[in-house]
């Protein structure tokens, strides 16, 4: 079994994420699986503006407001 770690000929973690990150796949560079951006097609912005907000609405505003009705239902009926 080999040994790793500093001085084993390993390079350290800071400069492995690095080397990594340079290397990494870039959405709509050519020959990185046909991966593209909203950018590249100008219509699919609005789609993609429309499912963000409905998935912030859902997500983030409406279980506040399901949250503080259910706890005036709870109070005036002396469950909390």
Aim: hydrophobic share 40%; with cysteine.
């Amino acid at each position: 079994m080999a040994r790793s770690g500093p001085g084993c000929g390993e390079p350290p973690m800071a400069i492995t994420v690095q080397r990594s990150s340079w290397s990494a796949p870039r959405p709509g560079a050519p020959g990185h699986g046909g991966k593209v951006t909203s950018g590249q097609f100008p219509f699919l912005q609005d789609q993609a503006v429309a499912a963000v907000l409905i998935q912030r609405f859902f997500a983030a505003y409406l279980p506040p407001v399901w949250g503080w009705a259910t706890l005036t239902w709870m109070r005036r009926r002396e469950y909390v």
